[in-house]
């Protein structure tokens, strides 16, 4: 079941803080969040696991909510760097293990 | 270390034809995944496998797709009377065996697929 993300889009100034959030209908076990800029890979940013374990990014952080099957991810003190577009990725209870059902991404856009 | 690699990178092919998208995962990854992505989506899961074997062949769109990974290592995605519709980034990820290390997946600089 693919989760909704929201803002769809996002414009900050550098240094400007940005949440983003992600919503799945179905009990997770994890949710995975990802960077993709034009034309490259996606690129991991953070793992957020029932029960609390988190593993990620230094400058970036991440909440789960397990009862309501939500996340968001903070950006603060936005850079240049961060444009791109985000993905949640949700690992949901029942499915197999590792398959990642991916939002539609929010895209970020950080101007000096 | 080395990434995930894919080739080719660009594919142009006609309407019909026949097409095999290449993947090399990280060395030491059981976990392999194949993605496809069309534009402004997200990726869409297509087949995973653990070792040689297909753990989750469910996201394969019809029987025109097939995947193996014949050593465990290596995989291909096959995709036979290729539509107009099938054009898409096609992406693979691994990772370590989910569930023993719960860890990300590392992704691919995928491979453009453009069916004319």
């Known amino acids: 079941q693919q989760p909704v993300q929201s803002p769809q889009a996002v414009i900050l100034r550098e240094g400007e803080d940005a949440v983003i959030n992600c919503s799945s209908s179905k009990a997770l076990y994890s949710v995975h969040w990802y960077r993709q800029k034009h034309g490259e890979a996606p690129v991991f940013l953070m793992i957020?696991?029932?029960?609390?374990e988190q593993k990620g990014h230094e400058k970036i952080s991440a909440s789960f909510n397990e009862k309501k099957q939500q996340s968001s991810l903070y950006l603060t003190a936005s850079q240049l760097s961060y444009s791109g577009t985000y993905f949640c990725g949700t690992e949901e209870e029942g499915s197999t293990l590792g398959r990642l059902y991916f939002g539609r991404g929010t895209q970020l856009t950080v101007w000096p | 270390g080395a990434g995930v690699s894919q080739t080719p990178s660009n594919k142009v092919t006609e309407k019909g034809k026949y097409v095999e998208l290449r993947c090399d995962p990280i060395s030491g990854h059981t976990a392999l995944y194949w993605y496809r992505q069309s534009l402004g989506q997200g990726p869409e899961f297509l087949i995973y496998f653990q070792g040689t074997g297909a753990a989750d062949d469910s996201g394969l769109p019809n029987d025109r797709f097939f995947a193996v990974r014949p050593e465990g290592s290596v995989s291909t995605l096959k995709i036979q009377r290729t539509e107009r519709g099938d054009s898409a980034v096609y992406l693979c990820?691994?990772?370590?065996?989910?569930?023993?290390?719960?860890?990300?997946?590392?992704f691919g600089p995928g491979t453009r697929l453009t069916v004319l």
């Open positions: 990820a691994s990772s370590l065996t989910p569930g023993l290390a719960r860890g990300e997946q590392f």
């Open positions: 957020l696991l029932k029960g609390g």
